[in-house]
């Protein structure tokens, strides 16, 4: 008995040091999210995950039906813990070794399971008081995975850009003061000592459509070829603006004594759709992206980035499906590769094998020009869209006195009728200073003039 029991030990931290330090495959995994009414089921999803030649597939939960779908698979699997549980989770080592019993340990012998993430972008997305939960949180899960002899899962918890306080140039990337020392190192200590990942969702879309006056539309693509940023702090070249983003991180990793954590791209991507008014967000666009971004992380020798020349840079790509009920900007619902139906919204092969030139041409990159309204989103909630519509007649210079008793709008009397002339007439009068069609989602932009008989809307040009 004695003998087996140091024979398979043996066996468990070989195989835990091979794993650590085999080189870590740069070919992506897709982010399979399933905010949508109409997706396909996880069999077919799995199935059609393989097609794309993807290496692994990052879940936002737990879900068994999908982790089920997954058995024997060679899918590497990347679970979540969910948001609300992990300040419990953090001062109750039961609920942690619960947890794990039953969301991992079932399927961990036939899944690949290999990545357990401690909440989604915790620090953007909780109030402050979450976020010392975040780092014990993580230690409660690792020492219940040990517990349960899970040893080839790693822990770590995605972040997005917001954890900076700099990140130009790269090498003045900085941590926010009011999590560097309460969260990010404790985090990085960790990480460093379970030879886990610093998890980053990354998109230059959002740096790009921020300020596309002075950020070209090609450096954000990988598609410069005269466009390059010299970091003055290090006399860095830059190429491309998701190295320059990157970079910001590993800077500022280095700056609280962690020079040596790895980085794994937990979430990146390019919207091949949006709202009207959403410039540089179409399926040109999000193909060149992700195709350039799949060339760069599957080229051999490893490329890495300026600050970490060679290192491989494991990622998931953002998302499998367009997902249809995902709030937020129009963007947001169209990341996806593929439709809801499955087909692709554009050719691509995430082993990185697929030539260039065997793609298929696509559509040319153009974003709307002309007239544009803004008018009630389908599907907005009519009590909300009533206060959208004060807010919006209280606001400038007789935005709303079409639409009152007697004037030429006012028939149909209508909630909505009247918010799709106010919203308009708002943003008529408000774009030139930054005022945007939205209402918090109520709002979208339309190229359809919502004009009749003699009642004329107010337009933009876009
Ligand atoms: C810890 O979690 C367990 C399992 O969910 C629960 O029974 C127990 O009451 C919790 N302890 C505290 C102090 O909340
Ligand atoms: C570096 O970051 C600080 C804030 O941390 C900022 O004030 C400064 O302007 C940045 N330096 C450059 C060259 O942008
Ligand atoms: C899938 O949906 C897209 C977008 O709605 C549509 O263009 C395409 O024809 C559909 N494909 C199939 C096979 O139904
Ligand atoms: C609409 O919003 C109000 C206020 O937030 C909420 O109470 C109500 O349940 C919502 N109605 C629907 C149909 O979602
Ligand atoms: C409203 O009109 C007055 C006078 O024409 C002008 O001074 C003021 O700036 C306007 N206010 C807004 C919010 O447009």
């Not at 539309?217 to 702090?233: M, Q, W």
């Not at 999000?286 to 051999?300: C, E, G, I, L, S």
Request: proline share 7%; charged share 15%; hydrophobic share 40%.
């Amino acid at each position: 008995m004695a003998t087996i029991i140091t024979v398979s030990l043996l066996i468990i931290s070989l195989s835990f040091f091979s794993i650590s330090s085999a080189k870590i495959s740069g070919q992506p995994g897709i982010n399979y999210g399933q905010l949508g009414n109409n997706l396909p089921p996880p069999k077919t999803s799995i199935n059609l995950i393989k097609s794309l030649k993807a290496k692994r597939v990052k879940i936002y939960d737990t879900n068994p039906l999908i982790l089920k779908s997954l058995e024997n698979t060679n899918l590497q699997v990347s679970i979540m813990v969910p948001n609300e549980l992990v300040s419990k989770i953090s001062t109750n080592q039961t609920l942690s070794d619960q947890w794990v019993q039953s969301n991992v340990a079932p399927f961990y012998h036939k899944t690949l399971i290999r990545y357990l993430l401690v909440g989604n972008e915790l620090i953007s997305s909780t109030s402050p008081d979450t976020w010392h939960h975040i780092v014990p949180a993580m230690q409660r899960i690792k020492t219940s995975l040990t517990t349960f002899r899970l040893h080839k899962v790693k822990v770590g918890t995605p972040c997005a850009l917001d954890v900076l306080e700099s990140s130009f140039p790269p090498s003045n990337g900085t941590f926010r003061n009011d999590i560097a020392f309460r969260v990010m190192k404790p985090m990085l200590k960790f990480l460093s000592k379970t030879k886990s990942f610093f998890f980053l969702d990354v998109y230059p879309f959002f740096a790009w459509s921020s300020d596309p006056k002075n950020i070209d539309l090609n450096y954000a693509l990988f598609e410069s070829k005269t466009i390059t940023v010299t970091d003055s702090g290090t006399g860095l070249v830059y190429h491309n603006l998701f190295d320059q983003m990157v970079d910001a991180v590993y800077f500022a990793m280095n700056r609280i004594g962690y020079p040596d954590i790895r980085i794994f791209i937990a979430e990146t991507g390019w919207p091949n759709g949006g709202n009207l008014d959403q410039i540089g967000a179409n399926i040109h666009n999000a193909a060149t992206y992700n195709r350039n971004f799949v060339k760069k992380v599957t080229k051999k020798p490893t490329v890495g980035t300026p600050a970490r020349p060679g290192w491989s840079l494991p990622s998931f790509i953002f998302a499998l499906y367009n997902e249809n009920l995902k709030p937020g900007l129009g963007t947001e619902r169209h990341f996806g590769l593929l439709y809801p139906n499955g087909s692709g919204i554009y050719e691509i092969d995430l082993s990185g094998k697929t030539p260039e030139s065997e793609f298929p041409a696509l559509p040319p990159a153009e974003d709307y020009k002309g007239k544009a309204w803004c008018v009630v989103a389908e599907g907005a909630n009519v009590s909300l869209v009533a206060a959208a519509l004060s807010y919006a007649c209280s606001q400038g210079n007789g935005t709303c006195d079409p639409i009152q008793r007697g004037q030429l709008c006012f028939e149909p009397n209508s909630v909505v009728g009247h918010a799709n002339y106010a919203f308009s007439s708002y943003w008529a009068q408000f774009r030139s200073i930054g005022g945007t069609c939205n209402f918090n989602g109520l709002a979208e932009a339309t190229s359809k003039d919502p004009s009749y008989g003699s009642c004329k809307f107010p337009s933009v040009i876009l």
